[in-house]
Every structure is written in C-alpha cells, then in structure tokens.
C-alpha cells in the first residue's frame, strides 16, 4: 500500500470499520447474552474474583512490549523484517520472563486477594492465555498497519465464540470459577492457530540495533504512557480487590462493563482504525482533519444515544428480570460511568490522532494528569461515599475532556463543535421523549425492547431532520469505498 495514498487509506480504512463495527455487534451480542445468563447462575462474588484476576493481565502485558508494537504501526516508512524480528525477538524474551515469575509467585497472588484454590488456577490459566495471545502480535501488527481488518477481525470471533461458549456450558453444570478457567485457555488456543492460518509469519529471533533504537524512540514513551493508564485503571481494579469486599468490586466491574459497552462496540473499533489511518496521513493535515471530524461525529452519533438510554432504562431492566435483583446497588456506578464513557467518546480519539502524527509526550503529560488524579480522588470518594465513590471519581476525571480539546487544537485543525452538535441535540430530544414516555410504556420485557427500538427511531428521525444532508453524504461515501 501506499503511504500517500488517501483513496487507498479511505477505502481500507471505512472497510475496517465497517468490518470492526459488524465483528463488535456479534461479538458483543453473544457476549452481552452471555453475560446475562452468567449474571443468573453465578454470584457477585465469583464476578469480582474473575474481574480482579482479568486486571492483573495488562499489568503483565506493560512489560512485555515495551510499546514497540506501536512504533510499528505508526513508524513513517515501511517497516522491514528486521523491524519485524527485533520486535518479537525482545516481546518473546520479556514475556517469557513474565510469565515464569507469575506463575511462580501464584499462590502469593492468592494469598494477597484470599483467593481460593480455584482462583489460583484461573490467575494460572489467564498467565498461559497471555503468552499465547503474545504470540499473535507480529501477524497481527502486520494486518493493522496495512488496513487489513477485515482479516484481523476472524481470530476475534473464533476467540469470542469459544470463550463464551465454554463458560456458559460450564457454569450451567455448576464449575463456578473454574468456568473462567478452561474459557481463557479455550480462547487463548483458538485465537492463535486462527490468525497464523490467515495471516502467516515465519517466526524469526535476533536482534538489529538500528531497528531496535528507531523503534524504541518512539516506543518507550508510549509504554510509559500505557504504564501510567495500567496504574490509573488496572491496578486500581486490584486495590479495590484488597479494599472492598468482593460484591462489591462485583458491583463495580458489572456497572463498569455495561456503561462501557457502548464504547467497546463502537470507540474501540473506530480508534484502532484512526491509529494506523491517521499514522498514514499525519503528512496531509486537510486530510488529518477531516478524518479526526469524521471519527468523533461516527463516535458521537452512538454514543450520544446510548448516553440517555442507558440512564433511564437500566433500572426498568433491573427491576423487570427478578434474578437481577441483586444488581440494584450497581446502578448510581453505572449512570457515573456512563458520563464517563460519554466524555471519553470525544477524548480517547484525540488523543489517539495526538499520538499518530507524533506528539506522544503530550499525551503522556495528560496521561500523568489522569493517574495522579485518580489515585487521589478514588480512595478519597470511597471514604465518603463508598464503592459508588470509585465511578463519581471517575467522571469527574472524565470532565477534563475540555483540556484536552483545547492541547489538539493547537497542533492539530479541527471543529469540536462541527463534529458533535447535531448527535448532541438529537440525543438530548430523545432522552426527554424517553423520560416522560417511559412509565406509561414500561410493563414488561417485551415493552421494555419495544421502548428502546422506539427511542432509536425517535433518535434517527431527529438526526435525519436536523443533519440530512451531512448524514447522507457520509453514508454515500461509504457505500462507494464498499462497493468499488
């Protein structure tokens, strides 16, 4: 491909995201419905023995790459195979380190969370699925920085499938933890012989020092930038693990996972395809502008919605499913996150474009900014508020998003209010149609579905009314680059 290419970039790139939202919506629906049928047989307690295992991974993960992966993907000129060998040749002996000192200081881990012996075996098993998923980065690197999600996308759902299948047939017959357990492994196994079938990479080891100090320029302040949002996220996870009972870290991670689930459907897939695009065209700013506009406006037209929706139907939800009952003390956490994803729907892709045409000391200053505050204001909001203190914190944080439009624009051209306006108001117009019809619609789970596909045609009929014509445009442009 070539790098000033834009037809070619365009093209690959709206193929990616339509490849990434499709993959998302049926990996996230078999999730989702998962979830909900383990919400009915599992306990708040196994929830959070799992939440907290699962956050000890990107911590491991920080050590293992060094941010190289990254500097392959947005690196200026065609990475060679002594980019590709020197990378994996430093991930593989890194992760292998790793994974030996985990494993080795298991117990210890146990002993510290209390963690029964089947704990022990999932933080086990979730190490191994590590090394695993480690082995994937090459094949992987080398389809994202060509575009080729299309082909990136199959392993996801070979992953997504037999994770979820297995934990549902599991926890059905009553394995409890261990559920988990063989689910990690299941999906570590499958994920790697998938992506190796489809995108082929002969392993090769050894070392070039002009590749690896190019590399790392660029690479470790990008790993100290991930380190630092290992600390304001994961490692939080594992101190509220020590803190707070295990419901209630339960409560935190089911409020936090279904607030977020908007942002994993659509944020997550619209950011790892701006990285590589916008990597390809920090050259062309016109270019750079319009793509960072079209991202935040594709962002902002779902995750708006989602915004109101979420507030005001969560607790019908709760309340219509009585197995779910155990859930209510979730929903103030879940509205805070919800502000909180809502704010970093506009955030997280600029300080993604941030990173792409090289500013990535910049975005490492915000990111410092981000973890001091959270470790100040989290512990102080659960003394005075307890767990529902560990989400309001959050989205007060979450309100420095005016920061961070303000740095982008100074080194980068682009109007916030162009790109969020028309999904705003049309937002703010269905939540108040929603607030007043919902008690008089709501009896049942069957009128609860029906109210949401109400309040998404009352969304889309608003947005077509007041943005038409941009609307229209941008859906012809992708039926062009999907057709042609």
């Known amino acids: 491909m070539e790098e000033n290419d834009i037809a070619i970039i365009t093209k690959r790139s709206i193929r990616g995201i339509v490849a990434l939202v499709s993959r998302t919506f049926f ?12 919400a009915a047989f599992l306990s708040p307690s196994t929830f959070g023995v799992f939440y907290i295992v699962s956050a000890i991974i990107p911590f491991l993960s920080y050590f293992s790459d060094i941010g190289l992966a990254a500097s392959l993907i947005q690196k200026k000129e065609e990475i060679t195979q002594d980019d590709l060998k ?118 090769s080891l050894g070392i070039s020092r002009v590749s690896a100090k190019k590399l790392l320029s660029f690479g470790i302040p990008f790993q100290v930038n991930s380190f630092l949002a290992l600390l304001k996220d994961d490692l939080l996870v594992m101190y509220l693990g020590k803190v707070l009972p295990l419901a209630q870290v339960g409560y935190i991670g089911f409020a936090q996972k279904m607030a977020f689930t908007p942002l994993r459907l659509i944020m997550d897939n619209v950011i790892r395809i701006t990285f590589p695009s916008f990597s390809r065209l920090q050259h062309d700013k016109n ?152 008690p008089f619609l709501i009896v049942n789970l069957f009128t609860l579905i029906l109210t949401i596909l109400f309040s998404a045609i009352v969304y889309i009929g608003i947005i077509l009314i007041i943005a038409r014509e941009e609307i229209l445009s941008d859906i012809k442009l992708i039926k062009q680059n999907l057709i042609s």
Do not use: C, H
Not at 28 to 38: C, D, F, K
Not at 163 to 189: D, E
Not at 356 to 376: C, D, E, R, S
């Open 27 to 38: 990996t996230r629906a078999i999730s989702m419905t998962t979830g909900l049928l383990l």
């Open 287 to 438: 270019s750079l502008t319009v793509g960072i506009e079209k991202a935040l406006l594709a962002v902002s037209l779902f995750i708006f919605p989602s915004f109101f929706g979420l507030i005001l139907l969560s607790p019908y939800a709760i309340n219509l499913i009585p197995k779910f009952a155990k859930w209510e003390p979730a929903l103030l956490s879940l509205s805070f996150f919800a502000i909180n994803a809502t704010l970093s729907s506009i955030s997280t892709p600029l300080t993604n474009a941030l990173n792409a045409i090289g500013k990535i000391k910049i975005t490492l200053y915000l990111m410092i900014f981000w973890t001091v505050l959270t470790w100040i204001l989290t512990p102080l909001s659960i003394l005075f508020f307890g767990f529902n203190g560990v989400a309001g914190a959050s989205a007060v944080i979450a309100s420095s998003v005016v920061l961070v439009v303000y740095i982008a624009r100074r080194y980068i051209e682009f109007n916030i209010l162009k790109a969020v306006k028309y999904p705003l108001l049309a937002s703010i117009l269905m939540g108040i149609v929603l607030y007043f019809i919902r």
């Open 86 to 203: 020197t990378t994996f040749t430093i991930q593989q002996g890194l992760v292998i380190t790793i994974v030996i000192i985990a494993l080795l200081l298991s117990n210890v881990v146990g002993q510290f969370y209390s963690l029964e012996g089947v704990g022990i075996y999932l933080f086990d098993a979730v190490v191994i699925a590590f090394f695993l998923s480690s082995l994937k980065t090459i094949p992987s690197i080398i389809l994202e920085r060509n575009l080729q999600f299309q082909k990136l996308v199959i392993p996801e759902i070979v992953e997504t499938l037999f994770f979820n299948v297995t934990v549902l047939v599991l926890a059905i017959q009553g394995f409890g933890v261990m559920s988990f357990t063989y689910a990690v492994l299941a999906r570590g196994i499958s994920g790697l012989i998938t992506i190796y079938i489809i995108a082929p990479w002969k392993i």
